[in-house]
């Protein structure tokens, strides 16, 4: 049978609260270790940042020790809307006229009108790859056998134009009214003398050039346009010839685009020069990236003295050792170049570590593209005098590796997580022990004071009835 127990009814006793003030007591470990819990988490976020910023230092690093950084050329055209230009690192710098002397075309074939809603009669239509001469006379190109489609009886134009284009003829099929009936048009899909065809029938009349069924479409046709490349000249003298509207490797590494605007004798002047502007660019993204890195950095391990306060990370020596390893690696020289240091490129540091460019210095270092690419690119098989960019990026892999700082960091605090939290599960039980123990022994209290109570108050009843008795 179940009992009811209210501790403190018999005594007066507020068990509750007594007990509820001494378990209070032995819980304070526990929330000094909830509180040791969640800094840990939060370094395990602040170095999860902290990696996620030596990552992004990196990234410059490698853009820094890249040899398209140092080889970036820039292109331009005196007439960009008519003739475009692009051009890939490494391009040397030149400069040349050109004139356009044709654009490139795609062949283009007619058929005579027809009434589209007519069958066009049973046949096998083929269509050869090839180009023609200036005669016009038509070649096939070698080992390129033609594309057969067979028409039925019942096929209209419609149908003859769809079974084209479902096939890799080579060809684009479309219909054009042109108010008496259909034409049926073919259009090279691509442009330039080799991009050429023949349309050839077999009729099934046995007759493939009179002027019913099939035969009807070879009959009368007309070639309305022939494929032909572009040409250019160079400087005036030299000929030069693309299938398409785009000439690529004129000058190695240089392509240029006709427009189709351009028309015969079209003139422009292209020029390619060295881009420094990507040096810059590698330069400055890696200032950014350290100068984040290292506020970041500053930001979690400072004290401020004044209001008596530190970061999360003042006096990690994981933290404070990466910071000084990285401010270490800004003075570190190498050789193999005319550049020792940063500072010989107008790269210095500021007090606090972050850095700065000197752009008068920066700008007369980027005039030496050459020393640049070797003070960052320079592979001397030593990594005390590497080149700065290969120095740093293999500084920040490691960091970065499956073994590395990050790794082992992160695996000490998740240990002291695990530790934490099994401290945790030992104070709770040990407070629910104590807690057992108190409400037994309160409660044992709680009986023996109701117990003396009912005594003190069956002897006062006595004593109150003997003098009464007396009394009488």
């Known amino acids: 049978m179940a009992t009811i127990s209210s501790p403190g009814i018999g005594s007066g006793l507020d068990i509750k609260s007594i007990v509820s003030q001494l378990v209070a007591l032995e819980k304070v470990p526990l929330d000094n270790l909830k509180l040791q819990a969640a800094t840990v988490q939060t370094k395990i976020s602040v170095y999860g940042e902290i990696k996620s910023l030596v990552s992004k230092l990196s990234d410059a690093a490698s853009k820094l020790g890249s040899l398209t950084t140092y080889t970036a050329v820039s292109a331009s055209s005196s007439k960009p809307d008519l003739v475009s230009v692009s051009a890939g690192g490494g391009t040397a710098a030149n400069s040349f006229g050109i004139s356009v002397d044709r654009l490139a075309q795609a062949q283009s074939y007619a058929s005579v009108s027809l009434d589209g809603s007519l069958p066009i009669g049973q046949g096998t239509l083929s269509i050869q790859p090839g180009r023609y001469n200036s005669t016009p006379t038509f070649a096939a190109s070698v080992g390129v056998d033609p594309i057969t489609i067979d028409i039925e009886a019942d096929d209209t134009l419609a149908d003859v134009a769809s079974k084209i284009n479902s096939q890799n003829a080579g060809v684009t099929a479309t ?75 004129v000058v190695s590494g240089l392509s240029l685009t006709l427009s189709d605007n351009a028309t015969v004798g079209t003139t422009a002047q292209i020029n390619v020069a060295a881009n420094n502007g990507t040096v810059r660019t590698a330069v400055e ?41 990285l401010r270490g690696m800004l003075q570190s020289t190498m050789s193999g170049s005319q550049f020792g240091r940063l500072a010989d490129i107008g790269v210095t540091a500021l007090r606090g570590g972050n850095l700065e460019i000197d752009n008068t210095k920066f700008t007369a270092a980027l005039s030496n593209t050459d020393e640049l690419n070797k003070f960052f690119r320079t592979d001397n098989g030593n990594p005390l005098s590497n080149g700065f960019a290969l120095k740093l990026k293999n500084f920040a892999q490691g960091l970065l590796a499956t073994d590395g700082l990050f790794k082992n960091k992160q695996d000490a605090l998740e240990r002291a997580l695990n530790r934490n939290s099994s401290d945790q599960e030992r104070v709770n039980a040990k407070v629910a022990r104590i807690e057992a123990q108190l409400n037994r022994r309160y409660s044992a209290l709680d009986a023996q004071v109701a117990s003396l109570t009912a005594l003190n108050n069956y002897v006062a009843q006595q004593v109150t009835m003997w003098n009464n008795a007396k009394s009488n």
């Not at 050839?200 to 479409?217: C, E, I, K, P, W």
């Not at 350290?290 to 003295?305: I, R, V």
Request: aromatic share 6%; hydrophobic share 35%.
């Open 175 to 249: 219909l054009l009214n042109d108010g008496s009936g259909q034409r049926l048009l073919l259009t090279s899909k691509t442009t330039g003398e080799a991009a050429g065809f023949e349309l050839t029938v077999t009729d099934s009349d046995g007759n493939n050039t009179d002027a019913s069924g099939l035969s009807r479409l070879v009959n009368g046709g007309t070639v309305t346009q022939y494929g032909q490349d572009a040409a250019i000249t160079v400087n005036g003298s030299i000929a030069v010839t693309s299938s398409s509207n785009t000439f690529k490797d």
């Open 285 to 325: 993204e890696f200032v950014a990236a350290y100068n984040t890195l290292n506020n970041f950095l500053n930001e979690a391990t400072k004290f401020d003295p004044a209001q008596k306060s530190a970061g999360l990370l003042q006096g990690d020596s994981t933290a404070v050792g990466l910071q000084n390893a």
